[in-house]
């Protein structure tokens, strides 16, 4: 294995306290030093990467994504709809999804997030129609293409129009079916330990799609299989009247009724809590995954972030569906958080290095993964994120960590990951953007003319 000695970088945020002026040396996969003042590696290095323009982070962690809905992006009739509306009108059309475009909408997705500097990408995929039922496997054959790291969940809707739920009753899936297909895809794609590129997690889509039963039922299977547990809740007023109407229980007390309040969890949005829910979320030891472009544009509400830390309660960082936060760009998403969060708690809390901490340490965490991702520090893996700051927007600044968010990063310029450069002065190795683009732009064609 070479060794590389990332060299004297112009700054490193390591997401945690040490000391990474000199750089860091990659061996393999993983970080094997971290170099402060006047450090220089102990054994010789066969490549030096001169990253004195450069300002590095560990690879940006994106906790929760809807890959396919990159193809039904700014798509005018739901455009100032709020989320209940903005689903009514969007689920039949996702319903005709067939597997080429789900693939490459998954593409377009893992590619404008690897470009932001994301190297780690979880998503939530809940539409099987009947076309469409090997859509997990499909999404691990386009995350392979790109060499990043993903967290497939298998998701779920059970709980149609006809019986009270939101989605047409032909998005829906037979419990056993669902419960047959999780283990299936665990068993044949779920990578466990430190390195792995490919995680399984369950994710039936939320209280107002699916039954108890499959939420209970999926606990189970979590439990017994050793996987992590996703779905939405919190996010709308809406969403809450749903559940006092249907369940008789608030959010929280229906996730606790369904074996859900435990620390094998990750929520989406989490926004509507009162003291005593996120009292409990945070000693179950709940994840978070704050959705600030997804929340405004549907104008959903502000998750309460550092309540919920304070509590206890992981948060990290996710672009959601590209058709709610219309870009896969996890950097701005950073930036978005911090202008958010600052709005509910003030600017002296709100530091960019916290925001920068959601999208890396927090959402490594909430994904099970913070043993060997998420921070620079030796024996994790060499997942990193570099920046240039020669753009004229950048011009003037002062500090390079505060200058990524306050002037609007928006591309990194290199990227690594597992010890393996995928993106170098910009571009993508090995893809096609263009190509890309114009496949994508076709198949989003296709599946609004359908």
């Given amino acids: 294995m070479s060794r590389i000695w990332i060299k004297q970088p112009l700054a490193v945020f390591t997401g945690n306290a040490l000391d990474a002026s000199h750089g860091l040396v990659v061996e393999g996969q993983r970080i094997v030093e971290v170099l402060g003042q006047g ?3 102990s054994l010789p290095c066969e490549e030096i990467f001169d990253a004195r323009d450069l300002v590095i982070l560990p690879g940006l962690i994106n906790s929760h994504h809807h890959f396919y809905q990159t ?25 005709r999804l067939n597997p080429e475009q789900l693939h490459i909408a998954t593409q377009v997705a893992l590619a404008e997030l690897l470009l932001s500097g994301c190297t780690f990408a979880a998503d939530h995929h809940y539409l099987f129609p009947q076309q469409l039922t090997d859509a997990i496997d499909i999404q691990v054959n386009a995350a392979q293409d790109l060499g990043m790291r993903v967290m497939l969940t298998r998701g779920s809707m059970s709980l149609g129009q006809a019986d009270g739920g939101l989605p047409p009753q032909h998005t829906v899936q037979a419990m056993q079916v669902i419960l047959d297909d999780s283990q299936r895809l665990v068993e044949k794609y779920h990578q466990r330990g430190e390195g792995a590129m490919v995680n399984i997690a369950l994710a039936p889509c939320s209280p107002f799609s699916v039954t108890p039963e499959i939420m209970r039922e999926s606990a189970k299977l979590a439990e017994s299989l050793d996987v992590r547990l996703h779905t939405h809740l919190a996010e709308t007023l809406d969403e809450e009247q749903f559940c006092l109407e249907r369940f008789g229980l608030r959010t929280v007390d229906y996730l606790e009724s369904v074996g859900w ?17 996120i009292t409990r979320l945070g000693q179950a030891g709940v994840g978070i995954c704050h959705c600030p472009h997804s929340n405004m544009r549907l104008a959903s509400g502000i998750c309460p972030s550092l309540d919920l830390l304070a509590a206890g309660a992981p948060i990290g960082l996710g672009v959601d569906g590209s058709a709610s936060g219309d870009a896969s760009n996890l950097i701005l998403e950073a930036r978005q958080a911090m202008y958010l969060q600052r709005l509910k708690y003030g600017a002296e809390k709100i530091t960019p290095e916290l925001a920068l901490g959601f999208a890396t340490t927090g959402s490594a965490h909430i994904l099970g993964r913070g043993q060997d991702l998420g921070q620079i520090q030796v024996g994790y893996q060499a997942d990193l994120a570099c920046y240039r700051l020669d753009d004229l927007k950048f011009s003037g600044s002062h500090d390079p960590i505060a200058a990524l968010l306050l002037c609007g990063a928006d591309r990194a310029h290199d990227v690594m990951v597992a010890g393996q450069w995928r993106v170098r002065t910009g571009q993508i190795q090995g893809i096609d953007i263009e190509e890309l683009k114009f496949r994508h732009r076709a198949a989003a064609k296709q599946l609004l003319a359908a």
């Fill in 71 to 95: 193809l039904t992006r700014a798509w005018a009739p739901v455009v100032n709809a709020p989320l209940f509306p903005w689903l009514v009108n969007l689920y039949p059309v996702w319903a």
């Fill in 261 to 277: 309040l435990q620390n094998r969890t990750w929520l989406a949005h989490g926004i509507h809590f009162n003291a005593d829910e």
């Fill in 39 to 41: 450090q220089s590696p």
